[in-house]
């Protein structure tokens, strides 16, 4: 049975036939045709759903899947196709706002839609704040404006919606005056004097910042900066989300979209129009905490420092740069035909990913290894598997790819001709979900001397990433001596250990996930990383532990370093996919930060 987040992947990657089988729950409900705006019972309803959600921990509305009963649940049963052109989903949204208080946070409605026949509308409810309560007004089923002087509290419970009873309500309102005190029975009276004398005829006016005190003048000078930008008035009242204050404002004119006023210290405040901001939002959903903008961040100016002045995100914004989330700093993109997508900016660490570890068990271990293992938390992971079509393609292409040509080159450099072109399955799993194969350079007497090795796999139940690997491994210097018709193999010049990190590099980004289909549809669960490792690792005296300088010459680094060290390693978190020369500046900035940081403190990028 698939979770919440598998649920959420499968619609977002435009296969909601996947959700065929599902049952019902506590945050999953179908529908089989769409709610109808113009009928007061099916508006009502709408509110009551996606309330209950609001207060479960959100959950998924599918509109446009059919059910069937076994056992007393509802078994999601076939896809009844909804026209486009039959909803309007900006109408649902203004709808959900207006009729549940105060309006859920960062609620999208969205099409996933495979194009063979397979379309449904899906409404997702991101969990909400801690301690909020979300309520409808009691349903009457008559068309007008919701009551304001009635309240009712939907909750999921299983796989239905249901009521909160009134003695629930009234433990929650005891609850409350337990907490804040009884009003007198004086104070109450002037309330309602001073609430029938000054009761206007149609809903008091927000006030820009209203609802955050310590907040309202810094948002309500942003909003006068900004006015020009065609700012409506306030829809509701200021907010606090995480570090930041927010306020839905409406559009300047009908028919155009509105905006969120944000103030996250200690960049400026910024305007951003409703769209683009949905997108924010959208990008950072699959986060597994569950708090899209606690992941994703904020809107910042591009190459702006603290202060500055407010800006405005627009419509026509093809980038938005983001920070203060717990993905780090990043940018929002978007395409022609791939709409918006999460990138992160070039950073570089020391740390270790999880999965460093990965396919080195082997006995007896190489002397020296070159890696590159690539990281890859995409969302849509329960939804992948390897075709037998696209498997055939990576087989094709592995004798002639960038890694072979860089192997055979090693030999090239020193007299033989060893070519990589012979790549065989194994020693790992291939099945639907991994692949592994490995080419052999091996000595005349068969003793295996260089390997390189091609490994991906989809996650297992304690990961939630593809991770993609390549290695370079000198497996026997002495038998690569022997291959070579005498000439030494080692130690390599510290430019071929470089080069042969590129060329696993692009295969591990690039070559190695095609497997899984287009890179470029592919959306981010958390940032993606790149691991660089340089290791020695066979012990041939038990007493004396390998040096990295045995196998591989860092003269070129310049003076420092231990020469007993035993490995080198860098994490990128980049883009994985990227233009040649990109990558080329990229894994320089990397390798100089890696030579620094381990003693080679005059290294530097002109060098390399």
């Known amino acids: 049975m698939m979770d919440l987040e598998a649920v959420r992947a499968a619609l977002r990657a435009q296969k909601p036939d996947l959700l065929l089988e599902q049952p019902e729950g506590q945050w999953l409900d179908a529908k089989a045709v769409p709610y109808e705006p113009r009928e007061p019972r099916a508006v009502e309803e ?341 075709t037998r079509t696209r498997r055939q393609d990576l087989e094709q292409h592995l004798p002639h790819s960038a890694l072979a040509g860089a192997v055979t080159l090693l030999s090239q450099r020193r007299g033989g001709s060893l070519p990589a072109a012979r790549w065989k399955a194994g020693p790992h799993d291939n099945s639907l979900h991994a692949a592994s194969y490995t080419s052999v350079v091996t000595a005349p007497d068969r003793r295996p001397a260089v390997t390189a090795a091609a490994m991906i796999t989809l996650p297992g139940v304690m990961d939630s990433a593809v991770v993609s690997c390549a290695d370079v491994l000198v497996e026997d210097a002495a038998a690569w001596m022997a291959a070579l018709g005498g000439h030494r193999g080692v130690p390599l010049g510290f430019e071929e250990a470089q080069d042969v990190l590129f060329h696993a590099w692009e295969m591990a980004a690039e070559l190695l996930p095609a497997v899984f289909g287009v890179l470029a549809l592919r959306r981010w669960a958390a940032p993606p990383t790149t691991e660089l490792r340089l290791s020695a690792e066979r012990y041939d005296d038990v007493d004396v532990a390998p040096a990295l300088s045995s196998f591989v010459d860092f003269e070129q680094l310049g003076p420092g370093g231990r020469s007993s060290r035993r490995e080198m390693a860098v994490t990128i978190t980049a883009e994985p996919s990227m233009r040649r020369v990109e990558r080329q500046d990229v894994m320089r900035r990397a390798v100089v930060h890696m030579a620094q940081a381990f003693g080679h403190v005059h290294a530097e990028a002109g060098l390399l």
């Open 46 to 386: 709408l509110a009551k759903d996606v309330c209950a959600f609001a207060n479960g921990g959100g959950g998924v509305l599918v509109l446009g899947i059919g059910t069937r009963v076994v056992d007393d649940v509802e078994i999601l049963d076939q896809i009844i196709p909804v026209h486009r052109a039959s909803v309007d989903r900006d109408q649902i949204r203004k709808l959900i706002r207006a009729h549940i208080t105060p309006a859920p946070r960062g609620v999208s409605v969205e099409w996933s839609d495979d194009q063979q026949g397979c379309r449904v509308l899906y409404i997702d409810v991101p969990a909400q704040q801690a301690g909020t309560l979300f309520v409808v007004a009691a349903p009457v089923g008559k068309p007008g404006a919701p009551r304001t002087d009635t309240v009712a509290v939907p909750v999921r419970e299983a796989d239905g919606t249901h009521w909160l009873a009134r003695t629930e309500i009234q433990r929650l309102l005891s609850a409350g005056v337990a907490t804040s005190g009884m009003p007198t029975a004086e104070t109450l009276s002037r309330l309602l004097r001073e609430a029938v004398a000054h009761s206007p005829s149609g809903p008091a006016a927000v006030r820009v910042g209203q609802g955050l005190p310590a907040w309202e003048r810094e948002m309500r000078e942003a909003y006068e900066e900004l006015a020009g930008a065609g700012l409506g008035a306030p829809v509701g009242e200021a907010y606090r989300h995480g570090a930041a204050a927010l306020q839905d404002l409406g559009p300047a004119r009908d028919g155009e979209a509105g905006w969120v006023l944000c103030v996250a210290p200690p960049h400026p405040p910024v305007v951003v129009v409703a769209p683009v901001w949905q997108a924010i939002v959208t990008a950072g959903r699959s986060n597994v905490g569950g708090d899209p903008l606690a992941a994703i961040g904020y809107p910042v100016p591009p190459g702006a420092g603290e202060g500055g002045r407010a800006w405005v995100v627009a419509a026509d914004a093809v980038r938005v740069d983001l920070d203060g989330g717990t993905w780090g700093a990043g940018r929002l993109v978007r395409s022609q035909t791939d709409g918006w997508r999460w990138e992160p900016a070039v950073r570089f660490s020391l740390e270790q990913t999880r999965s460093a570890q990965w396919w080195t068990s082997q006995v007896p271990p190489p002397q020296l290894r070159l890696r590159a293992l690539v990281t890859l938390p995409w969302t849509d992971t329960p939804a992948l598997e390897i």
